[in-house]
């Protein structure tokens, strides 16, 4: 994991957002408010990106958004476990998936028989 740097400062830990969104027709998750915390965000972009299979870039701060990790599919469950690990505090991560999207169940392979 990238090394965190944690300042303690009076008040409400600021927020991490946490979404799902389109782009070009592919679905995305966004993660923005991490350089309030003094993460590195290549490191992050870099774990998740093994821990999840999938691609994960940094994105630029421009006029209309934040900088963030934008991690290709629907990762919003993982990536906030994920920030939990990271020693971001879980009542500081807001999660909005859209409506009716729910992230990938974990793979399982169809020869696999469960008995009850």
């Known amino acids: 994991t990238g090394g965190v740097k944690v300042s303690i400062r009076a008040g409400k830990p600021p927020n ?3 979404r799902t969104d389109m782009r ?3 679905h ?3 993660v923005h408010g991490l350089e309030a915390y003094g993460v590195d965000m290549e490191a992050l972009a870099a774990c998740l990106q093994k821990a999840l299979a999938s691609a994960a870039t ?3 701060a421009s006029p ?3 900088s963030g990790v934008m991690v290709q599919g629907f ?4 990536v906030v476990e994920w920030l ?3 020693g971001i505090p879980s ?3 807001q999660h909005q998936a859209k409506k009716g999207q729910q992230q990938k169940k974990a793979k399982q392979g169809s020869n696999i028989v469960k008995h009850s």
């Open 16 to 18: 991490v957002q946490v």
């Open 24 to 26: 070009r027709g592919h």
């Open 28 to 30: 995305v998750t966004l």
């Open 58 to 60: 940094v994105e630029e």
């Open 64 to 66: 209309t958004q934040p």
């Open 75 to 78: 990762w919003d469950v993982a």
């Open 84 to 86: 939990g690990k990271v």
């Open 91 to 93: 009542e500081s991560i």
